[in-house]
C-alpha cells in the first residue's frame, strides 16, 4: 500500500515538473504542438470545442431513429408474415371453391337424404381401408349407408360406414379385403362379386362371373340391382386385366381398377337411409325449384351413363291365339333419344 503511494506521488511530482517545464519554455512552434497534444490527450472535449458538443448532442437523436427503424423492421416482418399465411388461405379456399362449384353439378343416384361431409382423417396402417368423416348420429347418418365419391360429374362407389359415433363415422372403403358389392359388367348382363384384396390393395377382384364369358379389358363396371348397399348403375371402377383361369374352379375373375383413387378422397356423399328427426326432406325432382342446376351435354351424359341392361325375353305362349279374337294393340314407340330404364336381371 504505501508502494503505491509512493509511486503516485511520484508521477504527479513528474507531472507538476513537467508542467512547470512547458510553461516556462517560450512559445515556439515545437513547444505549441507538444502543448496541443498533451491537451487533446488529457482533455479532449475543450480541444474539439463546439463541434465536439454537436457530436455528443447529436448522439440521442441517432439512437432514437436507430431505435424507430428497428420497431418499424420488425412491424414490417410481421406484416408481411400475416400477408403471406393470407395469401395461403385465399388460395387454399379458391382451390376448396372450385371443387364444391363442381359438386354442385354432381350427377348422384336418387335418394331421399344425401348428405355431404370432409374426410377428417386416415389411419397411416390402413390408407386404403377406412377414413373417418365429420357426420355422425347428429347428422342422421346409420350403419351401413352407401358412400358415394366424385369424378368429374358422376359419382362414384367408395364404400360404406361401418362405425357411428356422436360426431364422426367411420368409412369402410372398397378397397379394403373386408368389403363386397355385387356389381355387373358393361359388356353384358354378366354379375359377380367386387371385392377388395389385401395383396393388392390399389385393386379390386371381381369373383363368380361366367366361365365361358368373353371379357374385355376396359369394361366398366357397375353396382348391380341386387346389391344390399348401393343403389344399382353406379361406377365401381373398369376392367384392368382377366385373370388366368382355373381349372379347379367354375368361375372366372378379374382385376378392376377402382373409378376413384381412395388417396384423393376429400368430400364425400352419404345416402342416408332416414334423416335426423327436424330435418326437412329435400324437395322432389318434379317440383320447381329457384335455382336450376347446370346444363349437361348431351355426349358427356351418354358416356357417364351405364348401358342399359338386356332383358330376358318373355315366354311364348303355348296355344296360337284365335283368330276370331281382335289383335293386340301394338306397344307405343319409345321417344327417340330416350334409353329404357336398366332392368335388373330376373331370378
Known amino acids: 500500500m504505501q508502494r503505491e503511494t509512493r509511486t503516485a506521488h511520484y508521477i504527479v511530482g513528474v507531472l507538476t515538473a513537467l508542467s512547470f517545464v512547458l510553461l516556462s519554455l517560450p512559445l515556439s ?30 448522439a440521442p437523436e441517432r439512437v432514437r431513429s436507430l431505435l424507430s427503424a428497428d420497431i418499424d423492421n420488425r412491424r414490417l416482418q410481421e406484416q408481411v408474415r400475416t400477408t403471406a399465411w393470407l395469401k395461403t388461405t385465399v388460395e387454399s379456399l379458391s382451390v376448396e371453391n372450385e371443387r364444391l362449384r363442381r359438386e354442385l353439378g354432381l350427377k348422384t343416384p336418387a335418394s331421399p337424404h344425401p348428405l355431404w361431409a370432409h374426410v377428417m382423417e386416415r389411419d397411416p ?28 360429374d358422376a359419382a362414384v362407389a367408395v364404400g360404406r360406414v361401418v362405425d357411428v359415433r356422436p360426431r364422426k363415422s367411420t368409412v369402410l372403403l372398397l378397397t379394403d379385403e373386408r368389403s363386397a358389392v355385387a356389381a355387373y359388367l358393361s ?27 368373353k371379357i374385355v379389358p376396359g369394361d366398366s363396371v357397375y353396382t348391380s340391382p341386387t346389391s344390399a348397399t ?3 348403375d353406379v361406377l365401381v371402377g373398369r376392367v384392368a386385366e382377366v385373370n388366368p383361369r382355373d381349372p379347379f374352379l367354375a368361375f372366372q375373375s378379374v ?41 349437361v351435354s348431351t355426349a358427356a351424359a351418354a358416356a357417364s351413363a351405364p348401358p342399359a341392361r338386356r332383358r330376358r325375353p318373355a315366354p311364348i305362349a303355348a296355344r296360337p291365339p284365335d283368330a276370331t279374337s281382335p289383335a293386340p294393340a301394338p306397344a307405343p314407340a319409345a321417344a327417340a333419344g330416350t334409353a329404357a330404364p336398366p332392368a335388373e336381371a330376373t331370378r
Open 29 to 58: 512552434s515545437p513547444v505549441r504542438a507538444i502543448k496541443a497534444c498533451a491537451s487533446y490527450i488529457l482533455d479532449p472535449l475543450s480541444y474539439e470545442g463546439e463541434r465536439g458538443y454537436q457530436k455528443l448532442a447529436q
Open 125 to 152: 396402417l390402413r390408407w386404403y381401408s377406412a377414413v373417418s368423416v365429420d357426420a355422425g348420429q347428429d347428422r342422421g347418418v346409420s350403419l351401413n349407408d352407401a358412400v358415394l365419391g366424385r369424378l368429374d
Open 187 to 213: 359388356s353384358g348382363t354378366l354379375e359377380g362379386l367386387v371385392q377388395g384384396q389385401s395383396q393388392n390393395p390399389a385393386r379390386l377382384l371381381m369373383n363368380y362371373i361366367n366361365s365361358e364369358a
Open 230 to 232: 348401393f343403389p344399382p
Open 255 to 295: 382385376q378392376v381398377v377402382p373409378a376413384l383413387d381412395a388417396a384423393s378422397l376429400q368430400e364425400v356423399l352419404i345416402l342416408r337411409a332416414r334423416a335426423p328427426v327436424g330435418e326437412k326432406a329435400p324437395a322432389p325432382a318434379d317440383a320447381p325449384s329457384a335455382a336450376a342446376p347446370p346444363a
